[in-house]
């Protein structure tokens, strides 16, 4: 018994920002953009929070798995920018979906989240103990990004992007594993809230509040550990790279991706990448592009697809799906 993704949605802002529009706000360039990273444009919140964009999503998936709100046994939403600390989105989701016999929660593992998510979602069915859920990853980046600091602020977009699972007797997830190296939690950090209160005197400072990265030290993060998890999910599979028909890895660079797919010797246009048109959207980036994947019917039944991320914590989760 396994579980299967049987439905996948998206929904990103309607506002588009281009590099040349960037260009305006920092000292920055397309030519810079492009070449370092990959990104063209990104889609930023207009005012919508996470919660929106998680919800738009999740009625996409109810309606294209063709379920109805109370059937879903379980909501998962990762998220590093959730509308408050409480409550969860998730239980914002399950709450405009009307999906009362849902248990609903969030969880946090940066851009690998919806990875984490997912594995999480699929420990419940395996267990018995639900037979679906709702699983999303949903950012709205733009809020915590300093619009002053180019090194950053180039990099991120908002959106969400999401699947209903279910638990399958035959096609589904095969092999997956997550990992977490917290020693280097500092290498990439946001959204730090001071311990400052009126007994100990301490000012709240604005600063760490915004995404403060190492960029070299992520990128040799990167690299090195989608490469080694790949090579153990493939080999826990028995399954071998050739067999692979995609490869969604997390949206962060698109150099980080040209090294990976050399090292593991998969062919670049294997990798399915959209980080031109929305840049780093975190947790959101994977289910975004696995669903753009499935909409344009580059997937059929027992295709082997392999979801692979990394991110804040820092983390990494990497999927081996037979669809
Ligand atoms: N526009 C123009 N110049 C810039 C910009 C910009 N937006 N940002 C930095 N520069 C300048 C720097 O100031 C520096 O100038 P200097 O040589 O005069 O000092 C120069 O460009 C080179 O800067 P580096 O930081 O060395 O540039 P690098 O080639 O390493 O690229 C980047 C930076 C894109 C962040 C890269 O390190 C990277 O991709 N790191 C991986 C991290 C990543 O992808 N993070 C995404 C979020 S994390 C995640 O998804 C988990």
């Not at 920018?81 to 009307?98: F, M, N, R």
């Not at 096609?171 to 939690?185: A, F, T």
């Not at 698109?254 to 980080?275: A, C, G, Q, W």
Request: hydrophobic content about 40%; charged content about 20%; some cysteine.
């Amino acid at each position: 018994m396994t579980t299967r993704i049987i439905a996948t949605g998206a929904y990103a802002p309607v506002q588009v920002i281009t590099n040349d529009d960037m260009a305006n706000v920092v000292d920055t360039s397309d030519e810079w953009i492009t070449q370092r990273t990959g990104i063209k444009e990104r889609h930023i919140s207009s005012g919508e929070n996470t919660s929106a964009l998680a919800v738009n999503t999740a009625r996409q998936l109810l309606e294209r798995a063709g379920r109805k709100a109370g059937d879903i046994d379980l909501i998962i939403v990762a998220t590093v920018t959730a509308d408050y600390s409480t409550p969860s989105v998730g239980c914002i989701v399950q709450k405009e979906l009307g999906a009362s016999n849902a248990v609903a929660f969030d969880v946090t593992a940066a851009c690998s989240g919806f990875m984490f998510a997912l594995s999480i979602a699929d420990k419940y069915i395996k267990a018995g103990m639900y037979n679906n859920a709702i699983v999303i990853g949903a950012e709205t980046l733009s809020k915590i990004v300093d619009w002053s600091d180019r090194s950053t602020c180039v990099l991120f977009g908002d959106g969400a992007g999401g699947a209903y699972v279910e638990k399958s007797e035959t096609y589904g997830i095969i092999e997956e594993e997550i990992g977490s190296k917290g020693e280097l939690y500092d290498i990439l950090t946001g959204g730090y809230t001071d311990c400052a209160n009126i007994f100990n005197g301490k000012e709240k400072e604005d600063s760490l509040w915004y995404v403060n990265m190492n960029g070299r030290e992520v990128f040799k993060f990167a690299t090195k550990s989608v490469v080694k998890s790949v090579e153990r999910v493939l080999s826990g599979a028995g399954v071998a790279a050739e067999d692979i028909k995609y490869v969604i890895p997390h949206q962060a660079n698109t150099r980080i991706v040209d090294i990976i797919s050399n090292k593991l010797r998969i062919p670049h246009e294997k990798f399915y990448m959209n980080i031109d048109r929305y840049g780093n959207t975190s947790s959101a980036s994977i289910p975004i592009a696995l669903n753009e994947l499935n909409e344009k019917g580059l997937i059929e039944r027992g295709d082997k697809v392999l979801l692979t991320g990394f991110g804040g914590g820092m983390t990494w989760g990497t999927m081996l799906v037979s669809w």
